[in-house]
Each structure stands twice: as structure tokens, then as C-alpha cells.
């Protein structure tokens, strides 16, 4: 199992930027797909993207598409989510999360490592 670490959260106001990363250790990184989650306070965890194991292939809610941008660097274990044009609404625990499934569906069933989470907030 691959154990997962996420980093670079904090607190942005609206319009601005932030880049998580998400450093992993364990198995080999390369052989995952992985993906980002948020959850918001009373609400569902939810997809954000997912990236496959080589970073070519990439999906995106249509809440972050055109704002967001996942990728992975598996030379240094690492994943990462640039996040631009934040919004209030982005405002939440974001997760990195690991599949073993080649292209694993947007469901938090089909990710079965998990990180513990790095809070962002955008201020509007």
C-alpha cells in the first residue's frame, strides 16, 4: 500500500492561487492513478481530478475544469494540483487519493489510499 502525504494548503482570497502536492511513499508511485477529493463543511466528499499513472490522461469535475490543473512528477513520487481563479465555493479539506485501477471511475470507492487531508480556504 502506498502511503500518502498532502501539503500546501492555506488560506487565499478569491481571484488567487494555491499548489497542493501530495508526496507519496511505499509501493511504486508509478504504477497508481491518482486523484484529488475535497469536502466542504456539512457536505459529501467530492471528485476534484484524477490523473493517470504515466500523466497523460487527466479528468476534471466541471466545478474546477479551466482552474484547475492536475499532474505528477514520478521521479519525485509527487503529485500536484495547481489551483487558480480560486473561489469561496473551493473552500475545503482537500485529499490526494491512490488507485490501482488503470483509470479508476471519479468514485471515492475506486481510490483505496488516502491522505489526511490539507485544508484550503478562499476569502471572498
Known amino acids: 500500500q502506498v502511503q500518502l502525504v498532502e501539503s500546501g494548503g492555506g488560506l487565499v482570497q478569491a481571484g488567487g492561487s494555491l499548489r497542493l502536492s501530495c508526496a507519496a511513499s511505499g509501493r511504486t508511485f508509478s504504477s497508481y492513478a491518482m486523484g484529488w477529493f475535497r469536502q466542504a463543511p456539512g457536505k459529501e466528499r467530492e471528485f476534484v481530478a484524477t490523473?493517470?499513472?504515466?500523466?497523460?490522461?487527466?479528468y476534471y469535475a466541471d466545478s474546477v475544469k479551466g482552474r484547475f490543473t492536475i499532474s505528477r512528477d514520478n521521479a519525485k513520487n509527487t503529485m500536484y494540483l495547481q489551483m487558480n481563479s480560486l473561489k469561496p465555493e473551493d473552500t475545503a479539506v482537500y485529499y490526494c487519493a491512490a488507485s490501482t485501477s488503470r483509470w479508476p471511475p471519479p468514485t471515492q470507492r475506486a481510490f483505496g489510499s488516502w491522505g489526511q487531508g490539507t485544508q484550503v480556504t478562499v476569502s471572498s
Open positions: 490523473i493517470g499513472w504515466s500523466g497523460i490522461n487527466t
